[in-house]
Nanobody, 125 residues
Framework: QVQLVESGGGLVQTGGSLRLSCLASGRTFSSRAMGWFRQAPGKEREFVAAISWSAGTTYYSDSVRGRFTISRDNAKNTMYLQMNNLKPEDTAVYYC??????????????????WGQGTQVTVSS
């Protein structure tokens, strides 16, 4: 069993920055692909970014590419999402997710096995 705990959300003005963290329990963090998703009120959960177990592969949605950076520190069992130049449309609950795999870096929610409880990000205009 894996537990994921997000932190770092909050209220920020347009153009500001936040760094989200996702701390994973267990000894198998390094063998898991990880992802960030977000869900705004009244909308479906959408893909934000993903990173392979080795951090050798990363993916971003078109809406965040160039502004957000996903990274991980396997020694600390932690994944990060650095969010710069935030926009009001980035407002959502952000979730981290994990999947045990060495071969893929999933970009759809249904492919992930474990989820955190979410952290709220609010960007004011």
């Amino acid at each position: 069993q894996v537990q994921l705990v997000e932190s770092g959300g909050g209220l920020v003005q347009t153009g500001g920055s936040l760094r989200l963290s996702c701390l994973a329990s267990g000894r198998t963090f390094s063998s898991r692909a990880m992802g960030w998703f977000r869900q705004a009120p009244g909308k479906e959960r959408e893909f934000v970014a993903a990173i392979s177990w080795s951090a050798g592969t990363t993916y971003y949605s078109d809406s965040v590419r160039g502004r957000f950076t996903i990274s991980r520190d396997n020694a600390k069992n932690t994944m990060y999402l650095q969010m710069n130049n935030l926009k009001p449309e980035d407002t959502a609950v952000y979730y981290c997710a994990a999947k045990s795999t060495f071969t893929t870096t999933p970009r759809t929610a249904r492919e992930y096995d474990y989820w955190g409880q979410g952290t709220q990000v609010t960007v004011s205009s």
